[in-house]
């Protein structure tokens, strides 16, 4: 069993909804590897509850190359920690506004936006095959490896676990973060693991364009945008299945937008998943 002393914590990393990030030592390793641990405060007499358990459920069962890795996790001082694997190169999230703010700005070549939309479209795929709903798919989200070329899915505090199929009744304030939730949430219904393949589009349009692809001054413009599905056209992108990706994951009917495998099916796809694999393979 784990404890805090088998770790000398070397600096603070984020702070979530769901709790706070801290990269550690494992001191009691030979090689003495970083890892994150994930500090949650327990509440309800020291149980955990059903969010902290599904949290520690879904990190355990899904394992995949492009989902944040599990080492364990213990409670001590009425905080569960969650050790986690450590992503190097820090978010997806950073690394779009690093080249924002850049002057002048460094926009990702097609290549790595490729690179990135498959591996992210390969864990949800993976996640959605275990009949998990991700919830809140942002950039922040998805971190990277030393050299910045892998992505791993991160973050499952408000994941749902479905059962045959079913769609999740909706509790507002509860599901992902405003620039990426999609209409049903907003309207207040239920809704499916087409949640995550509206996120995934609007990534993909941020990774294109650097910008957010619904923005407004407040929240309530930002919600009546996702609703009627009005979003500046991409100006940056001269590939057609970025575009018709882009055009059919922000499609406001969840019915009508594609699902994981029909995404990985496409031919530019194809390809990226083959050069995906030659990566991890090394």
């Known amino acids: 069993m784990n404890k805090l002393t088998d770790f000398k914590l070397l600096k603070f990393l984020n702070q979530g909804a769901q709790g706070k990030c801290y990269l550690y030592e494992n001191i009691k390793d030979s090689l003495k590897q970083k890892v994150v641990l994930k500090e949650i405060q327990i509440k309800n007499n020291s149980n955990l509850s059903e969010e902290q358990n599904k949290e520690i459920e879904i990190l355990k069962n899904c394992r995949h190359p492009f989902i944040i890795g599990l080492y364990g996790h213990f409670v001590e001082n009425l905080n569960l920690y969650i050790i986690m694997q450590y992503a190097e190169g820090g ?13 002048p700005q460094k926009h990702f070549d097609e290549f790595d936006i490729f690179m990135y939309f498959t591996q992210i479209t ?7 095959s275990q ?7 942002k950039p922040e989200n998805i971190l ?7 992505a791993k899915l991160a973050d499952f505090g408000i994941s749902k676990i479905i059962e045959n199929g079913e769609n999740v009744k909706c509790e507002k304030g509860r599901e992902g973060t405003p620039f990426y939730i999609p209409p049903e949430i907003w309207n207040g219904q239920k809704y499916s693991n087409k949640i995550d393949i509206w996120s995934l589009g609007c990534i993909l349009y941020e990774m294109c364009e650097l910008k957010k692809s619904f923005n407004g001054s407040t929240v309530d413009v930002i919600t009546y945008n996702v609703i009627f599905g009005k979003y500046e056209k991409p100006l940056r992108i001269l590939n057609d299945d970025l575009k018709t990706i882009i055009v059919d994951c922000l499609n406001i009917n969840p019915e009508n937008r594609p699902t994981t495998i029909q995404l990985l099916k496409l031919p530019s796809l194809l390809i990226s998943t083959a050069k995906v694999m030659c990566l991890v393979n090394l």
């Open 122 to 128: 390969l864990a949800l795929n993976y996640l959605h």
């Open 144 to 150: 990277l490896n030393g050299s910045k070329k892998l």
């Open 131 to 137: 009949n998990v709903i991700h919830c809140d798919l």
């Open 91 to 103: 978010s997806l999230g950073n690394e779009i506004y690093q080249r924002k703010v850049a002057i």
